[in-house]
């Protein structure tokens, strides 16, 4: 097993630099990290002499000779990412580059606890590595989105409201119990703040990812980091109160932003809709189905012809 911890500042910051960009070459890698040509093609030729690196094919030429593209060595093994959500379960197992080797989805309530739901997705886990070959051994990382507050340097939540049985357990441990390697654990919305930095390979340093589920988070990414705050509740913004004499969030509190307009309002706003005869394409899926999703409401908000706008001086008609 590779030791990360033998390799030198330099070796480790081009191992970095090459996962953030999505396949470089030598002669783009020595701009990025700021050293020589020479440097970075020793750097380089020292990293696939370990398996850590692989050229994988030419790129286009800019008038000379075609470089080679640089990336994760294959060989290093494998990652697994987990997507726990209110409802749902998602476990996909990744190349070092993060290209999916296979992926499975389940219904899920957190609500269960984490006992039954960690069994769970320890077993996902072992099915997708022993349907795909892979020994558990070669997994070199583990990492885990949940719907809550979390204190990343602990790995646990903090206080969550959707699920208050999860409150300081050490999700870290009960997967590490499995798996020798390390395990990492942040919000949902972070990681998907995250993903959207490593799509954009860096290029934008600052924005927030919003998500609408059954409840409503965001992630913050300021100067190219994500922004946890002191607890990991930055982006907790589902519990802020925009109307006191609003419903009851199961928070217990009134009139949060959850409460009015996660996904469990939205249904519920629009079985009133379908009930009160406000809309047909409602109705007919309330009376199809006998209960409605915020997917059977997006699916004819989506393809609802916009209604024209009358301009100021257009003529009424």
């Known amino acids: 097993m590779q030791r990360w911890d033998q390799l030198s500042a330099a070796e480790m910051d081009m191992l970095r630099t090459i996962f953030w960009s999505a396949g470089t070459s030598r002669h783009a890698l020595a701009g990025r990290l700021d050293c020589s040509r020479s440097k970075a093609n020793a750097l380089a030729a020292g990293l696939i002499e370990q398996g850590l690196l692989e050229e994988t094919g030419l790129q286009a030429s800019s008038g000379g000779r075609r470089p080679e593209t640089l990336q ?21 197992v990744l190349r070092p580059d993060l290209g999916p080797v296979a992926r499975h989805a389940e219904d899920a309530d957190v609500r269960a606890g984490p006992g039954v739901v960690l069994a769970r997705v320890r077993d996902v886990m072992r099915e997708l590595l022993a349907a795909n070959g892979i020994s558990p051994k ?56 995250l993903g959207e930095l490593w799509r954009l390979q860096r290029s934008l340093q600052n924005f927030m990812v919003i998500k609408v589920g059954t409840g409503i988070g965001c992630g913050i990414v300021c100067h ?57 394409a409602l109705a007919e899926l309330l009376k199809a189905n006998g209960r409605l999703s915020a997917v059977d409401v997006g699916r004819p908000a989506a393809t609802a012809t916009p209604r024209p706008t009358r301009s100021s001086s257009a003529p009424a008609a």
């Open 72 to 92: 994760l060595a294959q060989g290093l093994g494998v990652v697994i990412g987990v997507d726990l959500g209110a409802t749902s379960l998602e476990v996909a």
């Open 224 to 280: 190219g980091e994500v922004y946890r705050g002191a607890n990991g509740s930055a982006g907790d913004v589902g519990h802020i109160c925009v109307d006191q004499a609003g419903p009851r969030c199961h928070c217990g509190n009134f009139g949060c932003v959850e409460a009015m307009a996660a996904a469990p309002a939205i249904t519920r706003l629009a079985t009133e809709a379908a009930e009160a005869g406000e809309s047909r």
């Open 138 to 193: 070669k997994v070199i990382g583990i990492g885990m989105g949940v719907p809550g507050p979390v204190d990343f340097a602990s790995a646990q939540l903090v206080n969550p409201p959707l699920m208050p049985e999860w409150d300081s357990f050490s999700i870290r441990d009960y997967l590490g119990e499995a798996f020798t390697a390390p395990v990492f654990v942040d919000n949902d919305v972070n990681l998907m703040a």
